[in-house]
């Protein structure tokens, strides 16, 4: 099965697996997905996430992160679209929820936060925002 657009994808998958308070969840494994993943590791939105490459098509295996109860991430949302990219330079990137929550950015020197691509003053195209 072939997606128009896995990010899209991912996201749902997050979000649904957060409204049934699922501890782990699983989804096709991507280069892109990983860095996703690794930036919402390291800006402690999930707890971990490790990639499973036993079968065929390897799996990227999110571990959610709830706090009280309530999930981490209390909003996750798809930005640029397959059908209308949104592009930004590095002076007008967003801040989301005041600096509260974080914009995944695709610049020419790897995918990275807004705050990180504004300390290297480069733009490119906003994926999402979570906060």
């Not at 997606?3 to 989804?27: C, F, T, W, Y």
């Not at 295996?61 to 930005?79: M, W």
């Not at 691509?117 to 925002?129: L, P, S, Y």
């Amino acid at each position: 099965m072939s997606l128009s657009d896995p990010i899209g994808d991912m996201i749902a998958r997050v979000k649904n697996a957060q409204a049934r308070n699922h501890k782990i969840v699983e989804l096709p494994s991507s280069n892109f997905k990983t860095k996703i993943a690794d930036i919402l590791k390291n800006e402690g939105f999930i707890k971990n996430f490790k990639i499973n490459n036993e079968d065929k098509k390897p799996t990227l295996s999110l571990e959610l992160k709830y706090h009280s109860g309530n999930p981490v991430i209390s909003a996750f949302e798809r930005v640029s679209k397959p059908g209308r990219r949104i592009f930004s330079s590095a002076d007008s990137l967003p801040k989301i929820n005041n600096g509260l929550g974080i914009a995944i950015i695709s610049t020419p020197k790897g995918v990275m936060t807004d705050i990180d691509a504004r300390k290297k003053k480069v733009g490119g195209e906003i994926i999402c925002k979570v906060f």
